[in-house]
């Protein structure tokens, strides 16, 4: 019956698509009309300088244009204040100036912050130069002078990874504040043609009313950004911008840390100089290869703390420069947001080979793989072809030993590798849809010790997507496959692997075949849904994984052997009422299977966003899991069953404008029969006690009870026994981040996070029935005569024949982490940047049996940290 409901659900929401048909009572909008502005050369006898002033005869040139709209919180009204914009251009900038009126300018936000922040009043100019509706470059200036840009791929997804070369400057007078811009047009990437006509958006954030005004009006509910954009035309007789910038870097860094007695790779310090080169050399106007020799990839931020009990791999985001640049491109998630062809994290990885062996007594293994070059390929033509190309090489790595007898000696840990990734995009219909293709392939020079990895990785997909009807409904697709070639041990441990488990007990659709040298598999996604205009959104769709499909060489790849269906329905009331600005209601449903056809699971979730009139917020939401089964949770055993599950959360928080705001929240799960639960509280503080500071507190405590947390797996009388046990874990995490701006190129930031995590075991019990409902008939607990604990080993003797039968170490453990990193940050000229960095990080071990407070006391305030000094300095040359 549940299922029938479920597919009558189904089949309204698709015919409601498929007709593009409202609600009778929906409220549409009308038609909105694009405007365009014409631009002027500018005349050779004229000059502009970017002072924010605009006292030149050539603004003289051209009129202002304006009669903006707003567009949140109350849309298609007149602003409370307006805006005017101009443009000129010559051969080789784009002139803007943006005037905007402020009644009283004592009112006028003029926070500063560090580079795309933008904090304030601000005012963003975006540019579509393809006029493809798909991708815009956006340049956006606080009041105070912040910069902030970003680069806008599939109609609405901002990238600000994206850092050019340009000139503004800010000033503020008696009719509010003003904008001068200069950008060279070899920043952008636009066609060969005579005649360019490009998309053209001004964007105004009005501070004091939070409220966003735009030049071209877009409706409260629109199907993308760019897609919404005017036109601006007038620009003619443009020669080809071929860039061609180089940019050298120096570093020299020193380590220090707690001396090892007797260690000669643990002497107290390390100090490193390193230069390298990157490169950005346009092939055409509108095609760029960026190059690099041994790079720096060093992050600010650190990663976050984490930690998995349940073996899968943790995602963490990529934060260097190279990569993180156009990453758009390259992205080819096709299930959920995490998994992809391509993780370029991957890259630099690691190694993964270990030195640890008999007699070896002292180990200096490198932290990452060495990158020896990288280069990318990327850009869109005027044609609607988007292209990237990525080739990475990384050289071998070797682990320095001394064994007991004291020879030194090399260890292979990590082969000569080389990755490639090719992607591909054609727009067509009016731009209304594309389709895309990728190609990944990883191979290794395998030698040494290294048989356990792969020799060749290969995967490749398509993609594409549809809109109609005013690109309000959409269809989109992709579909996956993979292959990995490599030696008999190699793909069986691949079988084996978390992200497999083909061993599983009870699976018939699975199972390691010892004899195996390559595994090939797929996945993909289908969906079609309502994703603008009015106020309803909806989509339907499916995912599948299939037991094989293997991407973790170059790309991320959670668990497979999948197969998923989901609904998410959602009412957005954007009209202001007397108590609120904004608010939504969501709805979502999804169940899954796997290839052999089990039911795993359903899940049903409502959520309910509400910002009110004095721009306090809250987020409150809820679900319900009646059913819950777990493929890999005994790690190679029997399908597992949780009890079903409720949870929910309510978050709240004030107005982020003021000069000091809060939010906070909680979460509270609990399965029925006290299988598990979950009490997460977070609460979070943000000053900003003077313009050019502002500093944030977060703070997380966690408890997840759960009396069936996997432990270990044994052998007793020619069977697995699965153990498990009863755990209160709980975690702590605290992060500061202080902000100091001395003005928009100068700036300090700290981050520091001290992150606890304490695992705690008891009532130790075993698997009898994996999926019996009733959790007392699911398993079974140890009495007091049957286990003891001597020595950190945990002894059973399950018949209670006086004999250990079998034993596993105590599971109990505390891990306690720290990391800081403080960063002076000059940008002495626009695209040269000095770096001043002192780093700090503690990792460790604590004991379980103390409370945070001593965790804290004995594991990080009494611990050496490892200190890291750092001073960089790089110049960007353009030819």
Same mark, same amino acid.
């Given at each position: 019956?549940?299922?029938?409901? =479920?597919?009558?659900?189904?089949?309204?929401?698709?015919?409601?698509?498929?007709?593009?048909?409202?609600?009778?009572?929906?409220?549409?909008?009308?038609? !909105?009309?694009?405007?365009?502005?014409?631009?002027?050369? &500018?005349? $050779?006898?004229?000059?502009?300088?970017?002072?924010? =002033?605009?006292?030149?005869?050539?603004?003289?040139?051209? @009129?202002?244009?304006?009669?903006?709209?707003?567009?949140?919180?109350? #849309?298609?009204?007149?602003?409370?204040?307006?805006?005017?914009?101009?443009?000129?251009?010559?051969?080789?900038?784009?002139?803007?100036?943006?005037?905007?009126?402020?009644?009283?300018?004592?009112?006028?936000?003029?926070?500063?912050?560090?580079?795309?922040?933008?904090?304030?009043?601000?005012?963003?100019?975006? &540019?579509?130069?393809?006029?493809?509706?798909?991708?815009?470059?956006?340049?956006?200036?606080?009041?105070?002078?912040?910069?902030?840009?970003?680069?806008?791929?599939?109609?609405?997804?901002?990238?600000?990874?994206?850092?050019?070369?340009?000139?503004?400057?800010?000033?503020?007078?008696?009719?509010?504040?003003?904008?001068?811009?200069?950008?060279?047009?070899?920043?952008?990437?636009?066609?060969?043609?005579?005649?360019?006509?490009?998309?053209?958006?001004?964007?105004?954030?009005?501070?004091?009313?939070?409220?966003?005004?735009?030049?071209?009006?877009?409706?409260?509910?629109?199907?993308?950004?760019?897609?919404?954009?005017?036109?601006?035309?007038?620009?003619?007789?443009?020669?080809?911008?071929?860039?061609?910038?180089?940019?050298?870097?120096?570093? +020299?860094?020193?380590?220090?840390?707690?001396?090892?007695?007797?260690?000669?790779?643990?002497?107290?310090?390390?100090?490193?100089?390193?230069?390298?080169?990157? +490169?950005?050399?346009?092939?055409?106007?509108?095609?760029?290869?960026?190059?690099?020799?041994?790079?720096?990839?060093?992050?600010?931020?650190?990663?976050?703390?984490?930690?998995?009990?349940?073996?899968?791999?943790?995602?963490?985001?990529?934060?260097?420069?190279?990569?993180?640049?156009?990453?758009?491109?390259?992205?080819?998630?096709?299930?959920?947001?995490?998994?992809?062809?391509?993780?370029?994290?991957?890259? %630099?990885?690691?190694?993964?080979?270990?030195?640890?062996?008999?007699?070896?007594?002292?180990?200096?293994?490198?932290? #990452?793989?060495?990158?020896?070059?990288?280069?990318?390929?990327?850009?869109?033509?005027?044609?609607?072809?988007?292209?990237?190309?990525?080739?990475?090489?990384?050289?071998?790595?070797?682990?320095?030993?001394?064994?007991?007898?004291?020879?030194?000696?090399?260890?292979?840990?990590?082969?000569?590798?080389?990755?490639?990734?090719?992607? !591909?995009?054609?727009?067509?219909?009016?731009?209304?849809?594309?389709?895309?293709?990728?190609?990944?392939?990883?191979?290794?020079?395998?030698?040494?010790?290294?048989?356990?990895?792969?020799?060749?990785?290969?995967?490749?997909?398509?993609?594409?997507?549809?809109?109609?009807?005013?690109?309000?409904?959409?269809?989109?697709?992709?579909?996956?496959?993979?292959?990995?070639?490599?030696?008999?041990?190699?793909?069986?441990?691949?079988?084996?692997?978390?992200?497999?488990?083909?061993?599983?007990? %009870?699976?018939?659709?699975?199972?390691?075949?010892? /004899?195996?040298?390559?595994?090939?598999?797929?996945?993909?996604? &289908?969906? !079609?849904?309502?994703?603008?205009? %009015?106020?309803?959104?909806?989509?339907?769709?499916?995912?599948?994984?299939?037991?094989?499909?293997?991407?973790?060489?170059?790309?991320?790849?959670?668990?497979?052997?999948?197969?998923?269906?989901?609904?998410?329905?959602?009412?957005?009331?954007?009209?202001?009422?007397?108590?609120?600005?904004?608010? @939504?209601?969501?709805?979502?449903?999804?169940?899954?299977?796997?290839?052999?056809?089990?039911?795993?699971?359903?899940?049903?979730?409502?959520?309910?966003?509400?910002?009110?009139? #004095?721009?306090?917020?809250?987020?409150?939401?809820?679900?319900?899991?009646?059913?819950?089964?777990?493929?890999?949770?005994?790690?190679?055993?029997?399908?597992?069953?949780?009890?079903?599950?409720?949870?929910?959360? +309510?978050?709240?928080?004030?107005?982020?404008?003021?000069?000091?705001?809060?939010?906070?929240?909680?979460?509270?799960?609990?399965?029925?029969?006290?299988?598990?639960?979950?009490?997460?509280?977070?609460?979070?503080?943000?000053?900003? $006690?003077?313009?050019?500071?502002?500093?944030?507190?977060?703070?997380?405590?966690?408890?997840?009870?759960?009396?069936?947390?996997?432990?270990?797996?044994?052998?007793?009388?020619?069977?697995?026994?699965?153990?498990?046990?009863?755990?209160?874990?709980?975690?702590?995490?605290?992060?500061?981040?202080?902000?100091?701006?001395?003005?928009?190129?100068?700036?300090?930031?700290?981050?520091?996070?001290?992150? =606890?995590?304490?695992?705690?075991?008891?009532?130790?019990?075993?698997?009898?029935?994996?999926?019996?409902?009733?959790? /007392?008939?699911?398993?079974?607990?140890?009495?007091?005569?049957?286990?003891?604990?001597?020595? %950190?080993?945990?002894?059973?003797?399950?018949?209670?024949?006086?004999?250990?039968?079998?034993?596993?170490?105590?599971?109990?453990?505390?891990?306690?982490?720290?990391?800081?990193?403080?960063?002076?940050?000059?940008?002495?000229?626009?695209?040269?940047?000095?770096?001043?960095?002192?780093?700090?990080?503690? @990792?460790?071990?604590?004991?379980?049996?103390?409370?945070?407070?001593?965790?804290?006391? #004995?594991?990080?305030?009494?611990?050496?940290?490892?200190?890291?000094?750092?001073?960089?300095?790089?110049?960007?040359?353009?030819?």
């Amino acid at each position: 019956m549940r299922r029938n409901r =479920i597919l009558i659900i189904l089949s309204f929401f698709l015919f409601q698509m498929l007709n593009g048909q409202e609600d009778l009572n929906e409220n549409q909008n009308p038609d !909105i009309q694009k405007r365009s502005y014409i631009t002027q050369r &500018l005349l $050779p006898q004229h000059e502009i300088a970017i002072d924010g =002033i605009f006292q030149e005869e050539a603004w003289n040139q051209v @009129n202002w244009s304006s009669d903006f709209k707003e567009w949140r919180p109350d #849309n298609a009204s007149a602003p409370t204040e307006q805006t005017q914009i101009k443009i000129l251009y010559d051969d080789s900038n784009l002139y803007v100036a943006i005037r905007n009126f402020q009644e009283d300018p004592q009112t006028i936000e003029n926070r500063l912050g560090r580079r795309d922040d933008a904090p304030g009043d601000w005012v963003s100019f975006h &540019l579509d130069t393809y006029n493809d509706d798909r991708t815009a470059f956006a340049f956006t200036v606080s009041a105070s002078g912040v910069k902030s840009d970003e680069s806008i791929s599939n109609n609405d997804n901002f990238d600000d990874s994206w850092n050019p070369i340009w000139y503004v400057k800010t000033n503020i007078d008696a009719e509010g504040w003003t904008t001068e811009m200069r950008i060279p047009l070899s920043q952008l990437r636009f066609g060969n043609n005579e005649d360019q006509v490009w998309g053209l958006q001004v964007v105004r954030k009005y501070f004091r009313n939070d409220e966003r005004s735009t030049w071209q009006p877009i409706p409260a509910n629109p199907p993308g950004w760019v897609s919404e954009f005017g036109i601006l035309k007038g620009i003619s007789g443009l020669a080809p911008q071929k860039q061609l910038e180089i940019q050298p870097y120096g570093l +020299a860094r020193l380590d220090t840390y707690e001396e090892e007695s007797g260690n000669p790779f643990r002497d107290g310090s390390d100090t490193q100089l390193t230069t390298g080169l990157d +490169a950005k050399i346009g092939v055409t106007n509108d095609l760029t290869l960026d190059v690099t020799i041994n790079p720096d990839f060093g992050q600010v931020d650190a990663d976050p703390g984490a930690v998995s009990l349940d073996a899968f791999e943790i995602f963490f985001q990529e934060r260097r420069p190279f990569f993180v640049e156009n990453k758009n491109i390259f992205d080819f998630r096709f299930a959920n947001n995490q998994d992809n062809l391509f993780f370029s994290r991957r890259i %630099g990885r690691n190694p993964q080979g270990s030195a640890v062996g008999p007699n070896v007594l002292y180990i200096d293994q490198p932290e #990452n793989t060495t990158i020896l070059g990288a280069a990318k390929f990327s850009g869109k033509t005027k044609d609607g072809w988007t292209v990237g190309v990525l080739e990475s090489v990384t050289s071998k790595e070797f682990a320095d030993i001394i064994t007991e007898s004291g020879e030194e000696k090399e260890v292979l840990v990590e082969p000569l590798t080389n990755y490639f990734v090719g992607r !591909i995009q054609k727009d067509f219909n009016n731009r209304n849809s594309f389709i895309g293709g990728i190609f990944t392939a990883t191979h290794r020079n395998i030698e040494d010790r290294l048989d356990f990895l792969h020799t060749q990785a290969y995967s490749g997909g398509l993609d594409f997507l549809h809109n109609w009807k005013d690109r309000n409904y959409y269809l989109e697709g992709n579909t996956v496959f993979s292959q990995v070639n490599g030696s008999k041990e190699a793909i069986t441990q691949t079988q084996r692997s978390i992200v497999h488990l083909f061993q599983r007990e %009870g699976a018939s659709h699975v199972e390691v075949d010892p /004899n195996r040298t390559s595994l090939t598999g797929t996945g993909g996604k &289908l969906e !079609i849904g309502k994703g603008g205009g %009015g106020n309803w959104r909806y989509n339907l769709g499916g995912t599948w994984r299939s037991p094989e499909l293997e991407l973790n060489d170059i790309g991320f790849l959670r668990e497979t052997d999948e197969i998923r269906q989901y609904l998410e329905v959602t009412r957005l009331f954007n009209e202001p009422t007397s108590w609120f600005r904004r608010a @939504n209601i969501e709805f979502e449903q999804f169940s899954s299977f796997d290839f052999e056809g089990n039911y795993n699971r359903i899940q049903y979730e409502v959520e309910f966003f509400t910002n009110y009139q #004095n721009n306090w917020w809250t987020n409150i939401g809820g679900a319900h899991k009646p059913r819950i089964f777990i493929n890999s949770y005994l790690r190679g055993g029997p399908r597992w069953r949780f009890n079903e599950e409720n949870f929910f959360y +309510a978050f709240v928080g004030t107005d982020n404008r003021k000069r000091v705001s809060f939010r906070g929240g909680y979460i509270h799960s609990q399965a029925t029969q006290g299988n598990f639960g979950l009490r997460r509280y977070e609460a979070g503080i943000r000053y900003q $006690p003077l313009d050019a500071l502002n500093l944030t507190l977060d703070v997380e405590y966690s408890e997840n009870p759960n009396k069936t947390q996997y432990v270990n797996a044994k052998n007793f009388q020619g069977m697995e026994r699965y153990i498990l046990g009863g755990i209160e874990q709980k975690t702590l995490s605290t992060t500061l981040r202080i902000n100091y701006s001395i003005n928009p190129n100068l700036s300090i930031q700290y981050y520091g996070q001290p992150f =606890i995590f304490k695992a705690d075991y008891s009532n130790f019990n075993y698997v009898t029935n994996s999926v019996a409902e009733d959790i /007392n008939d699911r398993v079974t607990w140890y009495s007091d005569n049957q286990i003891s604990l001597e020595d %950190g080993v945990y002894r059973v003797d399950e018949n209670r024949d006086t004999e250990t039968d079998y034993s596993f170490s105590n599971p109990d453990f505390a891990f306690v982490q720290f990391r800081s990193n403080l960063v002076v940050r000059w940008e002495y000229i626009p695209g040269s940047e000095i770096f001043l960095v002192w780093s700090q990080g503690i @990792n460790g071990l604590g004991d379980v049996d103390n409370d945070f407070q001593a965790i804290i006391d #004995n594991q990080l305030l009494r611990q050496q940290p490892r200190n890291t000094f750092l001073i960089k300095a790089t110049y960007r040359f353009i030819l």
